[in-house]
């Protein structure tokens, strides 16, 4: 089974975030990937308002990135560790796919001119390998 890098905001809102990243977990498994979601399992332990905890955990991040196959960047919003995260993903050439919070899947070849998709975003996607 291939392993998929869940990439998906967990500051601001963390109750909805949260319900997002389980929902998109969810959908990852039942189409028979294996879902990573460290920002799910290290906040279980690490205190995220902490920042030695919270650079701990996006450290510890990156090194379950390296084994994954995929990351899916989801939602419009990027945050600080999503922009660490996306470009470890681009040194390290690991495939990046796109969803909207509804799962829908952006078109990479359509990027620059979806309205789902932030200029930040596409900025930060520049040298990605994107699926």
């Given at each position: 089974?291939?392993?998929?890098?869940?990439?998906?905001?967990?500051?601001?809102?963390?109750?909805?975030?949260?319900?997002l990243a389980k929902k998109i977990g969810r959908i990852a498994a039942l189409c028979e990937y294996v879902?990573?979601?460290?920002?799910?399992?290290?906040?279980?332990?690490?205190?995220?308002?902490?920042?030695?905890?919270?650079?701990?955990?996006?450290?510890?991040?990156?090194?379950?990135?390296?084994?994954?196959?995929?990351?899916?960047?989801?939602?419009?919003?990027?945050?600080?560790?999503?922009?660490?995260?996306?470009?470890?993903?681009?040194?390290?050439?690991?495939?990046?796919?796109?969803?909207?919070?509804?799962?829908?899947?952006?078109?990479?070849?359509?990027?620059?001119?979806?309205?789902?998709?932030?200029?930040?975003?596409?900025?930060?996607?520049?040298?990605?390998?994107?699926?």
């Amino acid at each position: 089974m291939k392993k998929i890098f869940i990439c998906s905001p967990y500051r601001g809102d963390v109750e909805s975030n949260t319900r997002l990243a389980k929902k998109i977990g969810r959908i990852a498994a039942l189409c028979e990937y294996v879902p990573v979601i460290p920002h799910l399992m290290y906040t279980s332990f690490l205190d995220d308002a902490n920042p030695e905890d919270r650079i701990r955990g996006l450290t510890m991040s990156v090194e379950l990135l390296a084994s994954c196959d995929m990351m899916w960047i989801i939602g419009n919003k990027i945050s600080k560790g999503m922009a660490f995260e996306i470009t470890r993903a681009k040194e390290l050439g690991i495939p990046v796919r796109i969803y909207d919070t509804d799962c829908n899947r952006i078109a990479a070849n359509t990027l620059e001119i979806d309205d789902r998709v932030s200029s930040d975003l596409v900025e930060i996607l520049r040298g990605a390998k994107l699926d």
